[in-house]
């Protein structure tokens, strides 16, 4: 089990080694993940109107470990 304390803050990259910079916003619903929020501009966007952070589906999450968050590459 892991707690939502746990991902306050953490780095998140793809696998290609992009960083996505850290989580600023984890969205659930009833009582699943279903995206994080992150990155500069994910910080922005939920400080103002903007809609343009790294939002990150929880399908697209690979590995979950102290340092990081390393996700899927980006679809075309």
């Known amino acids: 089990m892991i707690h939502v304390s746990e991902f306050c803050r953490k780095h998140v990259r793809r696998e290609n ?7 600023f916003e ?3 619903k009833g009582s699943q993940v279903t995206a994080l929020t992150c990155g ?14 790294h939002r990150v589906l929880w ?5 979950i470990d102290s340092k990081e968050i390393v996700v899927a590459n980006s679809r075309p």
């Open 40 to 53: 500069a501009r994910g910080f922005l966007q939920r400080m103002t109107t903007a809609h343009g952070g």
């Open 17 to 23: 080694g992009e960083s996505l910079g850290r989580i």
């Open 59 to 63: 399908t697209d999450v690979l590995r």
């Open 26 to 28: 984890i969205h659930i």
